[in-house]
């Protein structure tokens, strides 16, 4: 009898470990998933769009704005571009949003004159916390905060300028804006004139970009001027993408200014 209740004992004791280390298991994982699924989220190109030292970006850096790019692929390494030099190294990711990039970017050795590179590598090195919304990303510190755009050239873009004589977008288009849907997945676009529904071929290499045969519903609207959008959509011949503005050109003439929205 006192060996059946010690063996059951001892049956009991070994069942509450092993429920235990399962349990402590689950949590691990649970909390391996949930860090790498907000590594995934950063995953992308990001352009400095602000900053706390700066009033004017195109004056502080007229090299080029700064970059970031994280890839979760590769433990999420990070590298970019610092408004003067390539910079690269690794970030990790804590609970609460909470983000550590590296004390030191393994950098190129370039010289620039009046770039506020320095400020801006002491400010993303002192980051500790991180929010993302709709393609932005803030990183913040006790000196201030950075905000980026995602590069993406996947959406919707409304159209914003139009450089078609001296008329402004908002007087051609008062009531509603065309836009155009881009997945660059897909050799097609869609979008809306206006008043009608419009899709055609995409081509994309590089910086250049057509939109060809395009097709339109047959609503009539009066007073909208939807064949000034879709004439000059027609006559595209290169794109310049800058964080959530898109540039469509004609060689090297503008022909309109698109800004991205999210659904």
Known sequence: MRSFIYFYKKLKMKN?????????????????????????LL???WELASASFS???????????????????????????????RINGRAVLK????????????????????????????MLISSTNYELKNNV???????????????????NWYLDKIY??????????????????????QPTFTGNSACNTISGQLLMYQNTMQFNHISSTKMFCEGVNEKVFTDALDKVTHFKLEGT???????????????????
């Open 95 to 122: 609970k609460n949003n909470e983000i550590v990039f590296p004390q030191q970017f393994i950098s190129t050795m370039m010289a620039c004159n009046k770039v506020k590179d320095s400020e801006y590598t002491k």
């Open 245 to 263: 503005r898109l540039i469509l050109l004609e060689k090297d003439k503008k022909l309109m200014e698109l800004v991205q929205q999210y659904e």
């Open 164 to 185: 078609v004589g001296r008329i402004k977008a908002a007087d051609l288009y008062p009531y509603k804006k065309p836009f155009i849907r881009i997945d660059i997945n």
């Open 55 to 85: 009033k004017d970006l195109t004056k502080d850096f007229k090299e080029g704005l700064p970059t970031l790019t994280f890839d979760s692929a590769e433990n999420l390494a990070v590298y970019g571009y610092d408004g003067c030099n």
């Open 137 to 155: 990303l803030v990183l913040k510190s006790a000196e201030g905060e950075l905000k980026f755009h995602k590069v993406a050239l996947n959406g």
């Open 43 to 45: 995953n992308g190109n």
């Open 16 to 40: 509450f470990i092993l429920a235990s280390i399962t349990a402590v298991l689950m949590v691990a994982c649970g909390t391996t998933k949930e860090i790498k699924e907000d590594q995934s």
